[in-house]
């Protein structure tokens, strides 16, 4: 299923909604799905196309191209992401363009010529844009701002002064797809920000500082922005500052007051006791508390947990000792949370169980101080809670509850 558009007046939208596809990046589990987002932009000298979608959907790509512009009329196509999710309909759609007698000039980073010819095994007829370049095409202007790891190094933006249009790739983008294409079309969208934040820690997670760095750039460049154009999600026209909000939270690490965050796994239920006992805690001084498990019966999704800490002001991590270290699922987990939500300076509390030698709380508490935590604990009971084991974890919940408060 896809829509095309008209976002402003010659910018159209090219969307495509993927309900197929479960684990994206083969990693995140997304059951709400996710779109793809193209554009065309219409000039009185011909037709500039921005990214591509999904290659499953290439020959709807074409179709939909098509309904905006004759394909004869392209004569740009700007890439400003080499991901498969943007390029991966793209030598479908040369080859139309080429039958339709155009041989459109490719745009983008250097870096992308290179990957794009290798992944595909086509050749481009490409010129490389400097970081601030223009490019006046009939009575239009574009101009382009490098955006390096939003999401890859060769990441870029195009702005349209004409329509004061931001056109971002996969920054400002969401998993999820939206019922309607433009922010100006529902009544209340706090329900997005999850889909936003699940997103953003999922994907460019470990270059958070980037969003940041991006949108100083993008503020000190002194541009308009009235529209927001992004490859993923909700297209803003009515209030980008919403979407540049999330953004900008995310980016800064801003901590919900009194939000915590609990992730464990246990195998037999050890761990499971501590965690409802500190839980029980936590809720009785007042806090928050969201639980992901990896248990016999249940596995959360790690998609989710890691957009939840986007913004927790607090951890709890339950982890047992198996074979002499970490249990597998809570190894994947911190690993997932150092490389991907690694915020300094945040309080985690570790707590663990083990049968005869102690190995996984050390392990965890090592892996979440390097990430920048402040480590309370390992806590670890052999077996069940003793009175004396309650309160060394009665003395900890404090002290998280009086960082996270
Ligand atoms: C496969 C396996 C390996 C284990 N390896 C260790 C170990 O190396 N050291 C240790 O002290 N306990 C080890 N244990 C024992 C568990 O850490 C202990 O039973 C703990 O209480 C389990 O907590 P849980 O049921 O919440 O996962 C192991 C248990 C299993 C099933
Ligand atoms: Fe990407
Ligand atoms: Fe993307």
Redesign the pocket.
């Given at each position: 299923m896809h829509i095309a558009k008209k976002v402003v007046e010659n910018l159209h939208l090219l969307r495509v909604d993927d309900p197929d596809t479960r684990f994206f990046e083969g990693l995140w589990e997304i059951p709400e799905g996710i779109t793809?987002n193209a554009y065309v932009l219409a000039t009185d000298e011909g037709s500039v196309v921005f990214d591509t979608w999904k290659g499953r959907y290439a020959d709807e790509f074409v179709e939909a191209v098509k309904e905006v512009t004759p394909l004869s009329k392209v004569r740009y196509v700007v890439l400003h992401?080499g991901?498969p999710?943007?390029t991966g309909a793209l030598p479908t759609f040369l080859k139309a363009v080429r039958e339709a007698g155009s041989d459109p000039l490719v745009l983008g980073h250097p870096m992308i010529k290179g990957m794009v010819e290798s992944m595909y095994g086509i050749k481009l007829r490409f010129k490389p844009v400097k970081d601030g370049e223009t490019l006046a095409v009939g009575d239009t202007e574009l101009r382009f701002i490098y955006t390096p790891w939003l999401?890859w190094p060769e990441t870029i933006m195009t702005y349209v002064p004409e329509h004061e249009a931001l056109i971002t790739?996969?920054a400002f983008?969401a998993y999820s797809i939206p019922p309607k294409a433009f922010d100006d079309e529902f009544d209340d969208l706090r329900w997005y920000e999850k889909h936003v934040m699940r997103y953003a820690v999922n994907?460019i997670g470990k270059f958070r500082q980037h969003v940041v760095k991006a949108l100083e750039k993008i503020r000190s460049a002194g541009i308009k922005v009235s529209v927001i154009a992004p490859?993923?999600g909700i297209v803003w026209r009515r209030d980008p500052s919403f979407i540049i909000d999330i953004y900008r939270r995310f980016g800064e690490g801003t901590v919900t007051k009194g939000k915590v965050v609990v992730i464990y796994s246990s195998m037999y239920g050890f761990v499971e006791n501590i965690i409802d006992h500190v839980v029980k805690e936590l809720e009785l001084r007042g806090l928050t508390v969201t639980t992901f498990r990896f248990t016999e019966y249940e596995h959360s999704r790690l998609s989710e947990l890691l957009g939840e800490l986007a913004d927790a002001a607090a951890l709890v991590v339950g982890v047992s000792t198996y074979e002499g270290g970490v249990v597998p699922s809570m190894e994947h987990v911190v690993n997932l949370i150092a490389k991907k939500a690694a915020y300094p300076g945040r309080p985690a509390l570790v707590v663990g169980a083990y049968g005869w030698a102690p190995t996984a709380g050390r392990i965890v508490k090592d892996a979440l101080t390097k990430a920048g935590y402040e480590v309370i604990g390992p806590i670890e009971v052999k077996g069940a809670l003793t009175d004396e084991v309650k309160s060394a974890l009665n003395a900890a919940v404090r002290e998280l509850s009086e960082k996270a408060t």
């Open positions: 793809y992401h991901e999710d943007h999401h790739c996969d983008g994907v490859s993923h």
